[in-house]
């Protein structure tokens, strides 16, 4: 795997550019407040991998109750989602089609991670899902490939075997504002391998953004129209930025 440095913003986009020409392939992007952390999914962190499916039927019975908008029952595909919307630990990993966004998610709450530079990883979904045995092809959660992969976070007694220890690319299909605005999609982890551990060329790419250059990401990033309310499109979020503005509390 390759590993590059870029202090600006120019840098990155330039890295990108000469690593792959213009519409040659799809790139999805993931940015890390701290390079050090693992390219793993949540669920795969601490201790959840062995409460997995407790936890996923605990939400499902929970959210069934207690939300008026859901998924129809037993559809996989959007319960997994909406735990992932949720902050439940998932197997589903999250990346964006926009430099820009992983960029933000890289940088902004630099002060959380003090002195730890962050990173940009760049996948090839198509190239993973080849290397996977499932073609080139980018398919929807809802496809079977994909939904074969979420058997076991509710039933594992259900699994197939061609699904076990895969991990594959695929879009979103729920209507949700913050996945359109972050031109959000996913990587699918049936497996306890990682995606650093698959043996494909230019599969993945990382490029490191030191700390002391952050911030300047960050204005950069303004320029550009990347900013708070513009990648979480809530009320909340909306508020946080206008109080940063103006300075609240200082």
């Given at each position: 795997m390759k590993e590059y440095i870029a202090n600006n913003l120019r840098e990155l986009i330039?890295?990108?550019?000469?690593?792959?020409?213009?519409?040659?392939?799809y790139l999805w992007y993931?940015?890390?407040?701290?390079?050090?952390?693992?390219?793993?999914?949540?669920?795969?962190?601490?201790?959840?991998a062995a409460n997995e499916q407790?936890?996923?039927?605990?939400?499902?019975?929970?959210?069934?109750?207690?939300?008026?908008?859901?998924?129809?029952?037993?559809?996989?595909?959007?319960?997994?989602?909406l735990m992932q919307h949720y902050g439940l630990p998932t197997r589903l990993l999250d990346w964006s089609k926009s430099l820009l966004v992983a960029t933000f998610f890289a940088t902004y709450r630099y002060e959380d991670q003090p002195g730890k530079d962050g990173c940009i990883w760049i996948l090839r979904p198509g190239q993973l899902n080849l290397a996977e045995g499932l073609g080139d092809c980018i398919s929807p959660m809802d496809s079977p490939s994909i939904t074969?992969?979420?058997?076991?976070?509710?039933?594992?007694?259900?699994?197939?075997?061609?699904?076990?220890?895969k991990i594959?690319?695929?879009?979103?299909?729920?209507?949700?504002?913050?996945?359109?605005?972050?031109?959000?999609?996913?990587?699918?982890?049936?497996?306890?391998?990682?995606?650093?551990?698959?043996?494909?060329?230019?599969?993945?790419?990382?490029?490191?953004?030191p700390y002391d250059a952050k911030k300047e990401y960050l204005e950069e990033l303004k320029i550009c129209g990347i900013t708070l309310k513009s990648v979480y499109p809530d009320a909340d979020?909306?508020?946080?930025?206008i109080k940063a503005f103006y300075n609240y509390g200082k």
């Open positions: 330039s890295i990108v550019n000469d690593l792959y020409p213009r519409g040659k392939y993931r940015g890390h407040l701290n390079a050090q952390w693992e390219l793993v999914p949540s669920v795969q962190r601490g201790s959840y407790h936890m996923a039927i605990d939400f499902y019975m929970r959210a069934s109750v207690a939300l008026k908008e859901k998924p129809p029952p037993h559809y996989l595909p959007g319960w997994v989602a074969e992969l979420l058997v076991s976070v509710f039933d594992s007694g259900a699994e197939r075997k061609e699904a076990k220890d594959y690319a695929c879009y979103p299909v729920e209507n949700n504002m913050r996945i359109y605005v972050q031109q959000a999609a996913f990587t699918v982890h049936n497996s306890k391998r990682k995606l650093t551990d698959i043996k494909s060329d230019d599969l993945l790419i990382k490029v490191v953004i979020h909306i508020a946080e930025e």
